[in-house]
């Protein structure tokens, strides 16, 4: 299979070049040339995560230097569960995707991306490496995922003072070959710099560099997989599609699950839940597309005023009508998330970090205006990697998860860096 740019004007390339280039040359990001289309039989006697990822995945692996390559490329990166639990309201269920080593949903993409690389770097002479600006999620997932791998390395940056000390302590726990730098500076500072070094082209004469940010189709595809298996799990059981409400920051994680139901998986209805950035809630409502500097709110890896990957939805559904049709989004704000995790807490004794909690938020709307059918929200992060704010609202203490209490008890340094771009090039020169 072939993959092309949303934005039309970039030469066809195949899977991997599509993999180590992150965006296309002309700015805008890849996509399929063609949707396999994959019904639910075509997944008969694939149960477990990896299988179904495989099976899934072979259409856009097919032809590429990496298909061979594939099953093993989904045992290492899918080698913890994404387990499907009800919740306890009825009908209601929760999709866990923090079981990964820095407990939030990222892990899957991250470590599929590093696999990917790893393999296409094999035999290189000159070391890749990943640059990556972070407000906290992004950053551990991708030093996680890169840490101790041959031929690779990571430098990370984060706005100093701006992420949680339980982030911070994530990124700066690994060493080797990843490197952690904290930006006397925003996140914005951040990107800024990484973007400049991605552009420099003298530079990459020297050090040659790759992204690995949410837009990347690295992480993309694999982020269908737990969709396509929770879907189908629901399915075999019940005989029913399966409805989501997805926490929605850039639409990386949610835009797997619209591709997923494209493809013909048995997904049902699709719910956008966002923080207080409502850009995608306005639009669903009529108003045209505007995008705008972010708020900062209790869910912050959603804080985005600029949703990059609507490219990718407006290259799926091209008509603005038929896109409002297939879509509805919802905005929740601070209180209503602080609300939602004493309550739910309160009353059904479950733990929410933020950004499920907007998901829960508006599920617990959706039923109230009669709703029926199986829904289930995702849960895109671990409580506990947000403790300063859930733990006041529930009166306890979280409980760590064991990945997550491993990398806390590492030794963690980060290198002070000026939010000037000459000095991040001399330190990339220098690694
Ligand atoms: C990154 C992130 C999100 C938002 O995901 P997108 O793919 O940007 O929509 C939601 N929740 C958590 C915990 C995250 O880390």
Redesign the pocket.
């Known amino acids: 299979m072939n993959f092309v740019s949303t934005r039309g004007t970039a030469a066809p390339c195949n899977l991997s070049t599509a993999i180590a280039a992150g965006l296309a040359p002309d700015g805008g990001l890849y996509v399929p040339t063609t949707l396999p289309r994959l019904g639910v039989s075509d997944f008969d006697g694939c149960a477990s995560l990896p299988a179904i990822a495989v099976r899934l995945l072979q259409p856009f692996f097919a032809g590429d230097a990496l298909a061979p390559e594939l099953a093993a490329i989904c045992n290492e990166a899918f080698d913890f569960p994404a387990p499907l639990r009800a919740l306890a309201t009825p009908q209601d269920h929760v999709l866990e995707l923090f079981h990964g080593p820095t407990a939030?949903?990222?892990d899957f993409g991250a470590r599929f991306l590093a696999a990917c690389l790893s393999r296409l770097q094999r035999g290189k002479a000159n070391e890749l490496t990943i640059v990556v600006a972070t407000s906290?999620?992004?950053g551990a997932a991708v030093a996680a995922a890169f840490h101790g791998r041959p031929g690779l390395r990571v430098a990370v940056l984060y706005p100093d003072g701006r992420v949680s000390p339980r982030q911070a302590h994530q990124l700066g726990c690994f060493g080797d070959n990843i490197h952690t730098y904290n930006v006397s500076g925003s996140f914005d500072d951040c990107q800024r710099l990484v973007k400049q070094a991605l552009n420099d082209a003298a530079l990459q004469t020297q050090v040659p560099l790759s992204s690995a940010n949410?837009i990347s189709l690295g992480r993309l595809l694999p982020q269908m997989s737990y969709y396509a298996s929770a879907s189908l799990q629901h399915w075999r059981a019940h005989g029913r599609a399966l409805d989501f409400v997805i926490?929605?920051?850039?639409?990386?994680?949610?835009f797997a699950a619209i591709l997923a139901r494209a493809l013909g998986l048995p997904l049902g209805r699709i719910v956008l839940a966002t923080n207080a950035n409502d850009v995608l809630p306005q639009f669903f409502a009529g108003a045209d597309y505007a995008p705008r500097a972010s708020v900062a709110t209790l869910?912050n890896?959603?804080d985005?005023g600029a949703?990059s990957n609507v490219e990718r939805l407006r290259w799926l559904y091209p008509d603005d009508a038929q896109l409002r049709a297939a879509f509805r989004a919802t905005a929740v704000d601070d209180e209503a998330i602080r609300d939602t995790i004493a309550r739910r807490w309160r009353n059904h004794g479950e733990i929410h970090?933020p950004?499920t909690a907007t998901a829960v938020r508006v599920l617990e709307d959706l039923r109230r205006d009669g709703a029926d059918g199986d829904w289930c929200v995702v849960s895109?992060?671990h409580p506990a990697k947000f403790e300063s704010i859930v733990e006041p609202l529930i009166g306890r203490a979280v409980e760590v998860p064991p990945a997550l209490a491993e990398l806390l008890r590492r030794p963690a340094q980060a290198e002070p860096l000026a939010a000037d771009y000459a000095a991040f090039a001399q330190r990339l020169r220098e690694l």
């Open positions: 939030a949903f990222k906290g999620d992004t949410s926490p929605t920051g850039n639409l990386g994680n949610a869910a890896a959603m985005v949703p970090c950004h895109t992060a």
